[in-house]
């Protein structure tokens, strides 16, 4: 049994918060209107957009000192909607981390939909999250919540793997909005 | 009804050929025995090692104007596994297509290991070829060899997106080099 906080009350953070609820896991779910409120999870996600990162960074940074921080974002440029808005030899996950030096970063949820994640299910098969990140307790810790809960986790490496991982959630999102694969569909994984 | 050049004997381009052939084309296999005789498809799939790329081009590259070409290679460094040898804001396809100016280049067949191609399917999926490029004509031929065969084929869009679909076919060959994907399982799309 783990406690985990959640910040960003979207479609994601909702969705990571019904995953982790499932498994019988406890959770925070911190909105803009609880800035003043403690983060008390082990396990911390940040479930905002990407350029929304900074600001809970710069207002929770020594908060999240120690704790176990899950970036989920996608930096895609949505104006363009043809690049990621990181540096090509870099990832949303590795600029985290270099603001977090006491934390222990992992990449998660970010290749997959929300409506996947709540469903648990991409079409006929569970749904899968990839999880990269360079402190192994961590990600086993985080790979325990997610698997207690019926969904699927593999362990997709280092946190250096953020680059492949947020190069396939562009992808994925860019299919979505060419309507190439719905919302609810998208990548499977097939062990 | 299409004529198909397959430069590559090995499981890829084995794999592609039996594809191709199940939609009723044409395909015309050449090994490295075959370095005299012309290529004669009008989409000519380049199913080599990505290091094999350069003498191919060396050797065929004038014969290769005017004609489609096809990219399937993932140019993963196999001696650390941990990087692709193209510089981080290109790809391989990128990189071929700045050698073939005459030719029509495409990314395709990279994102599926050769048994899920030979197969058809990916679990319970019906395998989906990704295929990205610039030239709209040239990708709805690729498109529809494929689609003849009951593989599904998807426009992943332009050929800037090899950069997305090299990320991902390097994510899969390190989960099924690190034993969490079989090499005959490994993405599948839910459209």
């Known amino acids: 049994m783990a406690h985990i906080s959640i910040i960003g009350t979207g479609n994601m953070g909702q969705a990571i918060s019904s995953v982790v609820t499932k498994g019988g896991n406890s959770v925070e779910l911190l909105g803009k209107a609880d800035i003043d409120k403690p983060v008390t999870g082990d396990i911390v996600v940040l479930a905002v957009p990407y350029p929304a990162v900074d600001q809970v960074?710069?207002?929770?940074?020594?908060?999240?000192?120690?704790?176990?921080?899950?970036?989920?974002?996608?930096?895609?440029?949505?104006?363009?909607?043809d690049s990621l808005t990181v540096p090509a030899d870099s990832s949303a996950a590795a600029e985290i981390?270099?603001?977090?030096?006491?934390?222990?970063?992992l990449k998660?949820?970010?290749?997959?939909?929300?409506?996947?994640?709540?469903?648990?299910?991409?079409?006929?098969?569970t749904t899968?999250?990839?999880?990269?990140g360079?402190?192994?307790?961590?990600?086993?810790?985080?790979?325990?919540?997610?698997?207690?809960s019926g969904v699927k986790a593999i362990d997709a490496g280092a946190l250096?793997?953020?680059?492949?991982?947020?190069?396939?959630?562009?992808?994925?999102?860019?299919?979505?909005?060419?309507?190439?694969?719905?919302?609810?569909?998208?990548?499977g994984i097939v062990a």
């Open 134 to 148: 360079d402190d192994a307790d961590a990600k086993a810790a985080l790979i325990e919540v997610i698997g207690a």
């Open 97 to 105: 981390a270099g603001r977090l030096p006491g934390s222990r970063v």
């Open 128 to 132: 899968t999250v990839l999880v990269a």
């Open 160 to 187: 250096k793997r953020a680059r492949e991982l947020e190069a396939l959630g562009f992808l994925q999102i860019s299919l979505a909005a060419g309507e190439k694969v719905s919302w609810t569909g998208g990548f």
């Open 57 to 81: 960074l710069a207002q929770r940074g020594e908060q999240l000192a120690g704790k176990i921080v899950v970036d989920i974002t996608n930096p895609v440029n949505f104006e363009t909607f």
């Open 108 to 125: 998660a949820f970010n290749t997959t939909f929300a409506g996947t994640l709540a469903a648990g299910t991409v079409g006929p098969l």
